[in-house]
């Protein structure tokens, strides 16, 4: 299976540490997306990348949060100095890009801050 | 900003019975996606709609996207216990492929 590949599945972190969560766009894709979703709630937009490049980071928290999808390897969302509030589901997505906006979303990295 | 209204917000059926659920909007999309949730799991592709008027089946499920491009409905028919789960609508707009989602719809099945 060639999905969307994310890890960790479970991150706990306590406050004030670092965290990273990778994903692995499906093969073939080249736009990569992260949502984060908080209980009983819709996924909300965070960024959108393509390689090397961030294209719409509008969803972004203005501080503590960075995204980068580099040339090779998987794309990251870094969260420093983590707080209690960040605590959610993030999801990441991606597509071919084009004028499809079929997004394929992966399992999701669930976030705890302690 | 963009205002999404999704509802029923959740729903508890008897199996075999029709389901349906909508999605209305104050903007105008290019596209509607309509994705699934079971617990714990990311959000699951059913259907993609383009153009404003379009209905699309798949299997069970239909989903149309109005003439007005602020709205979708999604049908599911003769529901099954695996329907089970949290069905979002998703719009797109402008071209960088960013979804927009509703707050959800909890459908639960009696068998």
């Known amino acids: 299976n060639a999905g969307v590949m994310q890890n960790p599945r479970h991150l706990v972190r306590r406050r004030g540490q670092e965290a990273r969560l990778r994903c692995s766009p499906m093969?073939?894709?080249?736009?990569v997306y992260w949502y984060r979703q908080l209980p009983e709630e819709g996924l909300k937009f965070m960024v959108y990348?393509?390689?090397?490049?961030?294209?719409?980071e509008s969803g972004m928290p203005k501080e503590r949060f960075s995204a980068e999808f580099p040339k090779e390897g998987p794309s990251i969302l870094r969260i420093q100095q983590v707080v209690r509030g960040d605590s959610a589901a993030y999801f990441c997505?991606?597509?071919?890009?084009?004028?499809?906006?079929?997004?394929?979303f992966g399992q999701g990295t669930r976030l705890t801050v302690v | 900003g963009q205002q999404l209204n999704q509802s029923p917000q959740s729903m508890f059926i008897q199996e075999g019975e029709d389901v349906s659920m909508n999605c209305t909007s104050s903007?105008?999309?290019?596209?509607w996606l309509w994705y699934k949730q079971d617990p714990g799991e990311g959000p699951v592709l059913l259907i993609a709609l383009y153009k404003a008027g379009e209905l699309t089946s798949n299997g069970r499920l239909t989903a149309q996207f109005g003439i007005t491009r602020k709205d979708s409905f999604l049908n599911i028919s003769a529901s099954i216990p695996s329907d089970v789960g949290i069905y979002f609508c998703a719009p797109g707009s402008g071209n960088t492929g960013k979804l927009i989602f509703g707050q959800g719809t909890t459908l639960q099945v009696k068998p």
């Open positions: 903007s105008i999309f290019n596209t």
């Open positions: 093969k073939g894709h080249s736009h």
């Open positions: 997505a991606s597509s071919p890009g084009g004028l499809r906006y079929e997004a394929f």
């Open positions: 990348l393509q390689k090397e490049n961030i294209i719409d």
